[in-house]
């Protein structure tokens, strides 16, 4: 302690930071880097392998039904004339006559600009073939070593590494596997597939998907983002240790899943676990707080009083940035702004890049009309990406989807097979504390492609559900903080909101959570103040740098799990150590960092 009193803090950061790497997944991407760096690396979570498989599936998922049904529809267009009257703009099929909105007319590009260049250049097509040489071959060879070792379990890839396709004249080849925005870029005609590992906050598990194949695709993708974004090879991980953030939707099972990829699979020395909002408030400095974190595609609400998670404040919201980022797509096209180019969000992953930074340079919540002149791009297979220059409406309307979900129609995907979630109480209960069966055997069981962990021999929980798929981000927050029952602590969190997430960076985002979380609150509660404290770094990476920070400062390790006992034991009762007591951890630092 007194040691920690006296250290300079770029000290600290140099001399344990050096050998932590904080990993922190989400659907849409994945930030990775070292501790002792100010911000994390972001990739998109995703990998596109090749495949010889006829009819070839471009993206493999779990999408059931893209098509929005007629009451979704009516249900939409109401909630656009809600915010409409809201936002002071016309309604949905209204004409603008006598130019009535023009001195109320106001332009994104008329504001400080946000990369607006940078966001609107043609994305290209990402080149999937490689130039084998004699100077390159051994790099190239070893750098997809870790994609060409990990097979999917689909027959069809078995033939694939006989199948040259090219001419063999040329000395090209088609790249094994893609990784990060590369993988988006891929044109629909090449031969690849695109597999997005996590969906909507949960392991992307389907019938089409399973299970080891996903797990498969994240071990492949971390691998890549160690070796060539942090130059780690395999062969020095054992000299590293690994910081896992992870959201607040996975459950127990996905944790354990996780865990075994970084300590059996990516071999590091030892892991420790912390979940999203603990690091988020660590990171601004905070010990109470309402963390609400808007992803791509999973929003999230949960309080924290005094270092310490209350787990039935959690509510999650099936919708995020991407579901926007769609929206934006759905309201260009009803007032005919959109050119007359096929675009398509769900099945054409370049189209969502390009849409999500339009998103991002152009949208904003404030009042009046909000327009813009913004450059769109075609993709069509086979030929080079198209220009549209166009003059964009209403771009005030899609973020305020977040208030009303119903204006999002998020997509919509079956349960998972079999019984995956059964073991899904929160990791924040005390669902650890029970011993192993006596006729279950150490370490794991053979299979046809490898090990495989014993997590199935684990009694099953039944747990409450989590999901409030209808509930707008204003009204989950209220509800969220008023289910911890106490007045004092109420107000406290109602001044001590925070966003965290791509999606908290939306121009007009705090003012209007502010303002929608006070209406919100019932008149008979005496609370009248509210406000989202700013965050001390971009609200994106703060659960990283959170996480960052609180590997370096855990001097006991008493939370952190070895590889060799992962690998041998799992984590139970006889171990002598429970996987929460990172928890306490966490709240005995944030109690000395801030007294």
Not at 249 to 269: A, G, H, P, Y
Request: net charge negative.
């Amino acid at each position: 302690m007194d040691y920690l009193k006296t250290v300079v803090p770029s000290q600290l950061l140099a001399e344990r930071g050096s050998n932590l790497v904080v990993i922190n997944p989400g659907s849409a991407n994945v930030r990775i880097g070292l501790a002792q760096q100010d911000a994390p690396i972001s990739v998109p979570h995703c990998i596109a392998r090749r495949t010889s498989q006829v009819p070839k599936r471009n993206v493999q998922d779990q999408l059931l039904n893209s098509q929005v049904t007629t009451a979704q529809h009516m249900e939409r267009e109401r909630a656009y004339d809600i915010i409409a009257s809201l936002l002071k703009i016309r309604f949905l099929d209204e004409e603008v006559t006598n130019n009535q909105f023009s001195q109320k007319m106001g332009r994104v590009d008329g504001f400080p600009p946000q990369n607006n260049n940078k966001k609107e250049t043609i994305i290209p097509w990402t080149d999937v073939l490689e130039k084998q040489t004699p100077s390159s071959s051994s790099s190239s060879s070893s750098s997809s070593e870790h994609g060409s070792s990990l097979r999917s379990e689909d027959p069809s890839t078995e033939k694939e590494s006989n199948v040259n396709e090219e001419p063999s004249s040329t000395g090209h080849k088609y790249r094994e596997c893609i990784y990060g925005e590369e993988a988006l870029r891929i044109s629909a005609t090449e031969p690849y597939c695109l597999r997005r590992p996590i969906r909507r906050g949960h392991l992307n598990i389907s019938l089409y998907y399973p299970m080891q194949q996903v797990i498969e695709d994240i071990h492949a993708i971390w691998e890549w983002a160690l070796i060539e974004k942090l130059h780690i090879p395999r062969s020095e991980r054992h000299m590293y240790s690994a910081v896992l953030v992870l959201p607040e939707t996975f459950d127990n099972r996905e944790i354990k899943e996780l865990l075994s990829i970084v300590l059996r699979d990516l071999c590091f020395s030892t892991a420790v676990v912390h979940q999203v909002v603990l690091p988020a408030i660590f990171g601004n400095g905070l010990s109470t707080a309402c963390v609400v974190n808007v992803g791509a595609q999973v929003t999230s609400v949960i309080c924290i009083e005094d270092g310490v998670t209350l787990p039935t404040t959690q509510i999650s919201l099936r919708y995020g940035g991407e579901d926007v980022s769609r929206c934006l797509l759905w309201t260009q096209r009803h007032h005919q702004t959109w050119p007359p180019i096929r675009t398509d969000a769900l099945t054409k992953p370049i189209d969502l890049l390009m849409l999500n930074r339009l998103k991002e340079s152009r949208c904003q919540i404030r009042e009046g009309e909000v327009e813009a002149v913004a450059v769109v791009h075609s993709y069509e297979d086979g030929v080079p990406p198209g220009s549209h220059k166009t003059r964009l409406t209403a771009l005030n309307v899609p973020p305020m989807g977040l208030f009303y979900p119903m204006l999002l129609v998020p997509d919509v995907y079956p349960p998972p097979p079999r019984t995956w979630f059964s073991d899904n109480e929160d990791m924040l209960e005390d669902t650890w504390d029970f011993p192993r069966r006596p006729d279950m055997s150490d370490g794991y069981f053979p299979g046809s492609g490898g090990y495989y962990p014993m997590w199935e021999n684990y009694p099953v929980f039944q747990s409450r559900p989590k999901k409030q798929d209808t509930i707008g981000l204003a009204d989950a927050i209220t509800k969220s903080i008023l289910s911890t029952g106490r007045i004092d602590l109420q107000r406290k969190l109602f001044c001590s909101m925070q966003l965290i997430g791509g999606g908290a960076l939306t121009e007009g985002l705090v003012s209007a959570v502010e303002e929608r979380v006070l209406h919100a609150i019932p008149s008979h509660e005496a609370i009248d103040t509210v406000e989202v404290l700013q965050s001390r770094t971009s609200p994106a990476s703060v659960p990283w740098k959170g996480g960052a920070i609180l590997g370096i400062l855990d001097f006991t390790r008493d939370a952190w799990i070895n590889r060799e006992d992962w690998i041998k034991n799992g984590i139970y009762l006889g171990s002598g150590r429970k996987y929460r007591d990172s928890y306490f951890l966490q709240a005995q630092t944030m109690c000395y960092i801030n007294s």
